[in-house]
Each structure stands twice: as structure tokens, then as C-alpha cells.
């Protein structure tokens, strides 16, 4: 894991950028908030026009925002290299609601002249809107695009002030729901659906059931073909781990649930789709949220994390090392031992050497060599081996001591002959 820069401790405030008031995103920001206030953080939640925007912030890092939702295909992992994926939590339809339905054999005749809401600068439906127009040939100039965001939409819509609607929003967006219901309102099908998906891998196609939206009255009166798009849970890549966690464990709660468009744990996902996933999210998709955060506060936790990263290489090397000191340090001891033993050695075999030096500079040896072996301190284990030693240096002094005196005599019945050899002359 990688850690972040400066306090180990988790900040206990977090900023997130989410959508326009009405839409999807909006409502989920609240339900974010509800959840981190439980484990003392206050998330503070500030609306955008939708995904651009939300991308915009979440790339300055001077705007102080550390998560957002960002839908599939506004950028990548090479224009965004600050960025992180928590994993896809939901999939966002691309409603078209039009008043009365749209009439005509082909894009351009029914969309001529239309004033169609596309919601505002900074929003990924608007981004997606004119990538369809484009696609279907209507020049943007045969078309009234108008910049509303979806509350407003929809009540110009239901007062006619305008002919259409578009919004990237989910099944539980309260406008949404509101306009499926509408009397004189239209959901527009998405017919060829599969070719745009083939030339988008981005989108995806959904179908909204016949009379899911109200079955007394059986609407919408058919199945109607949509294209949607994945979000994504987004954080600045040094977002402190902790809360990385925090938000994986309030995506599963949020968005574990079935929908419309999905069963039951279909969210969040552990898929990459823009952006790579960042550590703590490849780690709570592969095993779980991790032990400390389940038993330890979460800033105890973070941590503690923290710190069994740092700690776990240093025992890797340190037990090993202390397994072999013990080895390593009788050795540097017996060295000790058996460089005196060499010495002896060398002295022993210029003893019985014909060419030995005089016993008196090996007595000078033996006298250094027997300083130095009763001044060797060591452990109550090797002091066997020491006594040998000094046992072996006594008997070597004894020889010496031997060949001196025999020396000596010598050298005395010398001086005794010559004297007597003298007075007879």
C-alpha cells in the first residue's frame, strides 16, 4: 500500500463534489453524509452542474475536493494521472423526455426546431447529448439546446416552455420520477441501441420494464430501450486510506441493494473502467475490508496500518539476523581463541625445528603470547576452550624453560673445561 504524504492520522472532514439539486448524485451526497457522520467524519457535499465539473475539481488539487461520481468516458488514467477509482456504484440511464413524443422518419425531422434541454455547462449529459446529435447527423443549429439543469428542466417541460428533455440521472432520481408519470411527457426508446454501445464500449444498454414506473396505469405502455453509462467513485490518489476504506464500506451499503437495472450486489464493483483502482479498493474487492479496521477506531486504525507496513519488511530482515547472531557471534569469539592457538602453533613448530630461533626470543613469544590469553574476556561457555588454550601455552613454556636451563648447563661445563684447561697450561 502506498502511504499518503503528512499526518498519519485520518482528517475528520472530507469534501465531495456530486450533481445539480434533483439529480441522482445530489441525493446520494446525502445519503454519504448520513453514513460518515456515524463514524465522525463530516463529509461536506457541494453541488456541480454533473461529471465535467466534478472532474474539473477533483483535477485541481488547490479546490480542496477529495471525491466525487464520474461517469464512464470522461477521461483517463494518462489525462488524470491524480485521480483513483473506488469502483463503479451505479448505472446512470440517459433519459430523453420529450412532450407528446417526437414525430418525423428520421432524426433530423424530429428533432428540427426543437428546444431541448441538455442540462448545463459541465455536465456529462451534455457531453454525451452532442456526441448523439453528431452521430445522427442533426446539426447543433437545427436545434434549440438549452442549458437547464434537471429541476428546471422538468418544470419547463410540464409548462411546455420547452419540447424535450435529457438527463443522465438514475432510476432514483426524484425528477426522474416525476416526469415518467407526467401526463403528456414521453420517454423517448433508444431503438438502435446496440450500434451506439458497438461504437462506445462506454455505454451501456438497459430496458426499462413495461408499467415499472406506475402499473395501475401501466407506464411507460411498452418496454423502453435506453442507453446508460457506469459511475464511478472517484478520489485524489492521496486521499489517506482510512477513509478510502470508510468510503468502500458506505459504496456497499448504498449501493448494494437491487434496482431497476440491477441485482443485488452488482455494486459497487471492482472495475477499472477509466481510471486504475486504487490499493485500498483492489485490497477490500480482493479480501474485505482488513482486520484493524473491523476491531480499532478508525484513525487508531489508519495508524495502525501504517505502521505494521513499515514494520513487517523490518521484521522480515530483522528475524533472520537474529536467528543467526547467536552463530555469528561464537564465532567471532572461537576467532579470538584459535588466532592465539595459531600463534602457538608457529611456536611449537620452530621448537622442533633444527633452525629454531634461541629459547630466549621464543620465551619472549610465549611470555606476549601468555599475556594476551589471560587477558582474553569471554562468555562462561567458551571458557573450557580458553583453559586448553593456556594449558597448551604452559606446556610449550615449559619446554622452553627446559631447553634454557639445558642451555645453561651447557654453557657452564663449557666455561668450567676451558678454565680447567687453562690452569694446566
Known amino acids: 500500500m502506498v502511504l499518503t504524504v503528512g499526518s498519519p492520522f485520518p482528517p475528520h472532514t ?4 456530486t450533481g445539480p439539486p434533483g439529480s441522482a448524485y445530489d441525493e ?27 472532474l474539473a475539481r477533483l483535477q485541481d488539487p488547490a479546490s480542496g475536493v477529495q471525491v466525487g461520481f464520474l461517469e464512464s468516458g470522461l477521461t483517463d488514467q494518462k489525462k488524470s494521472p491524480d485521480l483513483h477509482s473506488l469502483g463503479t456504484v451505479s448505472l446512470e440511464p440517459l433519459w430523453t423526455f420529450f412532450r407528446g413524443g417526437t414525430r418525423g422518419n428520421g432524426a433530423r425531422e424530429k ?23 453528431a452521430l445522427n447527423g442533426v446539426p447543433e443549429t437545427s436545434v434549440v439546446l438549452l442549458g437547464l439543469p434537471p429541476e428546471q428542466s422538468a418544470e419547463a417541460l410540464l409548462h411546455g416552455e420547452i419540447d424535450g428533455a435529457v438527463m443522465l440521472s438514475s432510476w432514483r432520481s426524484p425528477v426522474v420520477r416525476r416526469l415518467l408519470v407526467a401526463d403528456g411527457v414521453v420517454l ?59 468510503l468502500l464500506e458506505a459504496a456497499s451499503e448504498i449501493h448494494g441493494g437491487p434496482e431497476i437495472f440491477h441485482k443485488a450486489g452488482r455494486f459497487p464493483a471492482a ?3 477509466n481510471l486504475p483502482l486504487s490499493t485500498p479498493a483492489r485490497a477490500f474487492y480482493q479480501s474485505g475490508l482488513p482486520f484493524v479496521y473491523q476491531v480499532l477506531p478508525l484513525w487508531l486504525a489508519g495508524i495502525t496500518q501504517r505502521l505494521l507496513i513499515l514494520l513487517i519488511p523490518l521484521f522480515v530482515v530483522v528475524f533472520p539476523a537474529i536467528r543467526f547472531l547467536p552463530a555469528i557471534y561464537s564465532y567471532l569469539i572461537e576467532r579470538r581463541i584459535y588466532k592465539l592457538y595459531g600463534e602457538l602453533m608457529m611456536l611449537e613448530a620452530d621448537l622442533d ?13 610465549l611470555e606476549d603470547l601468555t599475556r594476551r590469553a589471560n ?8 571458557s573450557q576452550r580458553l583453559f586448553i588454550l593456556k594449558s597448551h601455552i604452559a606446556q610449550a613454556r615449559e619446554e622452553v ?23 694446566d697450561g
Open 14 to 17: 472530507l469534501t465531495m463534489v
Open 28 to 54: 446520494l451526497g446525502a445519503q454519504y453524509q448520513e453514513v460518515l457522520r456515524h463514524a465522525g467524519i463530516d463529509l461536506r457535499v457541494i453541488r456541480t452542474e454533473g461529471g465535467v465539473a466534478n
Open 111 to 133: 428533432l428540427r426546431s426543437k428546444r431541448i434541454s441538455i442540462e448545463p455547462e459541465g455536465s456529462a449529459t451534455r457531453v454525451l447529448a452532442r456526441r448523439l446529435l
Open 188 to 246: 423517448e426508446s433508444y431503438p438502435r441501441a446496440d450500434a451506439y454501445v458497438a461504437l462506445f464500449p462506454s455505454l451501456y444498454k438497459v430496458v426499462l420494464p413495461t408499467g415499472v414506473a406506475d402499473l395501475a396505469r401501466n407506464i411507460p405502455p411498452r418496454d423502453v430501450t435506453l442507453l446508460a453509462v457506469e459511475t464511478s467513485l472517484v478520489v485524489r490518489k492521496n486521499l489517506h486510506p482510512a477513509l478510502q476504506y470508510l
Open 271 to 273: 472495475e477499472a473502467i
Open 353 to 365: 625445528r633444527s633452525s629454531a630461533p634461541a629459547p630466549y626470543d621464543l620465551a619472549t613469544r
Open 375 to 382: 587477558h582474553l574476556s569471554v562468555p562462561l561457555r567458551f
Open 401 to 423: 624453560e627446559k631447553r634454557q636451563e639445558a642451555m645453561a648447563r651447557g654453557a657452564s661445563k663449557v666455561r668450567l673445561e676451558r678454565t680447567a684447561d687453562q690452569g
